[in-house]
């Protein structure tokens, strides 16, 4: 069993930048998807930030694209997110996830694709 445990969060000024870390513990197979995703109150949970660990490729929510970076750090079993330039419109609660190795037919943010997730990290933007 995977278990995602989330920290980095934080308050910011608007401008500045966090960097959340995801750290697991259990076996993962060398082909998943990992992915932040974002909650903020009211509103739906929605993706990122998506990478894919057999090949490195990288892919962004139009909202945070040249803002945030994903990246993953294989021996220390850690997905990272680094956000720059943080608005207020980036508060909520962020979870990573990861899926199971094998086939997923929905696209990099599908959330149906993920199967083990975190309790998430909150960050909160002011003004």
């Known amino acids: 069993q995977v278990q995602l445990v989330e920290s980095g969060g934080g308050s910011v000024q608007a401008g500045g930048s966090l960097r959340l870390s995801c750290a697991a513990t259990?076996?993962?197979?060398?082909?998943?998807?990992m992915a932040w995703f974002r909650q903020a109150p009211g509103k739906e949970r929605v993706a990122v930030a998506a990478?894919?660990?057999?090949?490195?490729?990288?892919y962004y929510a139009d909202s945070v694209k040249g803002r945030f970076t994903i990246s993953q750090d294989n021996a220390a079993k850690t997905l990272y997110l680094q956000m720059n330039s943080l608005k207020p419109e980036d508060t909520a609660m962020y979870h990573c996830a990861f899926s199971r190795g094998g086939y997923c037919a929905g696209d990099w943010f599908e959330r149906l694709c993920y199967y083990f997730w975190g309790q998430g990290t909150q960050v909160t933007v002011s003004s």
């Open positions: 990478i894919y660990t057999a090949n490195g490729y990288t």
């Open positions: 259990g076996s993962t197979d060398d082909k998943i998807r």
